[in-house]
């Protein structure tokens, strides 16, 4: 069954390998908040904080796990926040299409909205009924499980609602802007027209 669901040049590893940018952020809990900016249907910037998050509905996402480096984790049961949940709170405004996921350090990753609001894709606090480590994301990191994992942003402090889609921090730096694992869409020059920012 996982090797059915495997894409083209990925392969489970023995273990659970950790790969980030960057140093692990130390987490402070008075001060972390959760922001909502952009093209926001009322115009203004939403803020929450760890608690107003730690709050909010949480649901379970059993979803495989693909890094664009060719090793994928099988089945891995997250925990948190749906986008949908997000966009109740904090609506987008009309006409936009994009998002832009914003991390500790200034770290960011662009998606479709179509991606951010697919089924399976969550604002993890919990892997396999455990908070997360700080290593792989505690508190919260956004899971797009059907992208390639760098999508998959760690430490996330924010959303930005976009009009027009930029690039993130990898794609800024020859990684492909849609990063689909069942296309191998690792790097840039395999984009075809109307798939990166114009």
């Known amino acids: 069954m996982e090797e059915s669901?495997?894409?083209?040049g990925q392969y489970v590893p023995r273990g659970r390998p950790v790969i980030h940018y960057g140093r692990v952020p130390a987490f402070k809990p008075d001060t972390w908040d959760f922001r909502v900016f952009g093209a926001t249907a009322s115009g203004q910037e939403h803020c929450l904080s760890w608690d107003d998050f730690e709050r909010l509905?949480?649901?379970?996402?059993?979803?495989?796990?693909?890094c664009v480096t060719k090793f994928s984790l099988m089945a891995n049961e997250w925990r948190g926040v749906a986008p949908a949940t997000i966009m109740g709170a904090a609506p987008p405004g009309p006409g936009v299409r994009?998002?832009?996921?914003?991390?500790?350090?200034?770290?960011?990753?662009?998606?479709?909205m179509s991606d951010f609001a697919a089924p399976g894709t969550l604002f993890a606090m919990e892997l396999d009924e455990k908070p997360l480590s700080p290593d792989r994301g505690f508190p919260l990191r956004i899971v797009v499980p059907h992208l390639y994992a760098w999508k998959s942003v760690k430490w996330v402090r924010g959303i930005e609602y976009l009009l027009e889609d930029r690039r993130g921090f990898w794609e800024e730096r020859g990684y492909h802007n849609?990063?689909?694992p069942w296309r191998e869409q690792r790097y840039s020059y395999?984009?075809?027209?109307g798939e990166g920012p114009p």
């Not at 669901?5 to 083209?8: A, M, Q, T, Y």
């Not at 991390?103 to 990753?109: F, K, V």
């Open 98 to 112: 994009h998002v832009m996921i914003w991390a500790e350090y200034g770290y960011s990753a662009n998606l479709r």
């Open 57 to 66: 509905p949480r649901t379970t996402s059993i979803a495989d796990f693909h």
């Open 190 to 193: 395999q984009e075809e027209p």
């Open 178 to 180: 849609v990063a689909d």
């Open 5 to 8: 669901r495997l894409p083209p």
